[in-house]
């Protein structure tokens, strides 16, 4: 029995802990084909309880350890370091 579906529950992960939860918004396949599953994760975020936490000041610290994740899909810089890397590899004005 196919249980896919032209609609799904958005959801996000969350930073710190790593649970899905709800965004609140539907995903629809515009095709209205059944091509996915009852929830779909979208992107990343903070899930209720840590977002609380955020807004009454606190941060969160994320350690990953490259041996046991693998490859890191992304990595979080501090300002400036983008922008410092950009200059570095612009072509030079001839």
């Excluded at 918004?25 to 779909?40: F, G, P, V, Y």
């Amino acid at each position: 029995m196919n249980d896919k579906s032209h609609v799904s529950l958005e959801q996000h992960v969350c930073l710190v802990c790593g649970t899905a939860f709800d965004t609140g918004a539907i995903l629809l396949d515009k095709r209205l084909r059944a091509s996915m599953e009852r929830h779909t994760a979208t992107g990343w975020g903070l899930c209720p309880e840590h977002q609380k936490l955020a807004d009454d000041g606190f941060v969160a610290l994320v350690e990953c350890d490259p041996q046991r994740s693998g490859s890191q899909a992304c990595v979080f810089v501090e300002p400036g370091v983008i922008e410092q890397l950009q200059s570095m590899t612009a072509p030079a004005a001839g």
